[in-house]
């Protein structure tokens, strides 16, 4: 445990709150990656950062998704070191810790070994926005991510320097498979599952012919139409401002 790191029993009763609600929150993501197709095996993996600490949770290395527990989900530092874990975490533990340390912005991350977009990582080709919903979601092309090793923080250094400043937030890295983000783990695993829904959609595509670009006017309305106009949004209170779109919840119909 870093010097630093604070005992789960330590742990304010907030924080400890939190922590309990995402181990749940995290098994259920988790069954979602599963649902969609997006793993085999015990590949892949999400995570989420512990509101009011500098702390994540992320799933176990190695463990079947049918044998994750809340319990199993490992309590991590934002440098990547295990707090109380009574398994070790994901190898990519280190990438994930380097995200959340360089964009305050992100609370979720996925990562998933999808078909497509695995074929488009292969390729060492971003996938072009040729799809309305693409330019709705990802705001442009999914862009392409350098290659990087496994086990330490170049994934994560090569997705910072990748998706920041880009409406995406999904990046393939090439010859590995898809990184999401999100402002919460649940709409990380939203983007992985838009992510190879257009994987698919555009490759396919591409077996019959050229595809036709979609002029940047449009993706530019497109994606301000469904970022801040598309879906349902709560009634506001007395005391609260705009209210958030909950376009992040919803898939484009």
């Known amino acids: 445990m870093s010097p630093d790191a604070r005992p789960v029993e330590?742990?304010?009763?907030?924080?400890?709150?939190?922590?309990?609600r995402l181990r749940a929150e995290l098994v259920?993501?988790?069954?979602?990656?599963?649902?969609?197709?997006?793993?085999?095996?015990?590949?892949?993996n999400v995570s989420a950062r512990v509101p009011g600490a500098d702390l994540f949770l992320?799933?176990?290395?190695?463990?079947?998704?049918?044998?994750?527990?809340?319990?199993?989900?490992?309590?991590?530092?934002?440098?990547?070191?295990?707090?109380?874990a009574a398994q070790s975490p994901s190898s990519?533990?280190?990438?994930?810790a380097?995200?959340?340390?360089?964009?305050?912005?992100v609370a979720g991350q996925v990562h998933t070994h999808s078909t497509y977009a695995c074929a488009w990582a292969a390729r060492a080709e971003e996938i072009p926005c040729v799809l309305t919903?693409?330019?709705?979601?990802?705001?442009g092309p999914i862009p392409l991510g350098p290659f990087a090793l496994i086990g330490g923080e170049d994934i994560g250094r090569g997705i910072v320097e990748t998706l920041t400043g880009?409406?995406?937030?999904?990046?393939?890295?090439?010859?590995?498979?898809?990184?999401?983000?999100?402002?919460?783990?649940r709409r990380a695993v939203k983007a992985a599952v838009m992510c190879e829904d257009v994987a698919r959609s555009v490759h396919i595509a591409r077996q019959l012919g050229e595809c036709a670009p979609i002029p940047?006017?449009?993706?530019?309305?497109?994606?301000?139409?469904?970022?801040?106009?598309?879906?349902?949004?709560?009634?506001?209170s007395p005391d609260a401002g705009a209210p958030e779109s909950t376009t992040d919840q919803e898939v484009p119909a």
Not at 58 to 82: F, N, R
Not at 98 to 105: D, G, S
Not at 226 to 232: D, K, L
Request: charged share 20%.
């Open 58 to 84: 992320i799933k176990p290395s190695g463990v079947s998704y049918d044998d994750l527990t809340p319990e199993s989900m490992v309590l991590c530092t934002l440098d990547g070191e295990a707090v109380d």
């Open 92 to 96: 990519d533990t280190g990438s994930h």
């Open 28 to 44: 259920g993501l988790h069954a979602e990656l599963v649902r969609y197709g997006l793993v085999v095996w015990t590949g892949g």
């Open 98 to 105: 380097y995200v959340y340390r360089h964009m305050p912005e």
């Open 10 to 20: 330590d742990l304010t009763p907030e924080v400890a709150a939190h922590v309990e």
């Open 166 to 185: 880009h409406r995406s937030k999904a990046v393939i890295m090439q010859n590995h498979g898809v990184f999401s983000i999100g402002k919460d783990a």
């Open 133 to 139: 919903a693409m330019a709705d979601e990802f705001g």
């Open 216 to 236: 940047q006017d449009a993706i530019d309305s497109l994606f301000d139409r469904y970022q801040n106009v598309y879906g349902q949004r709560p009634a506001p």
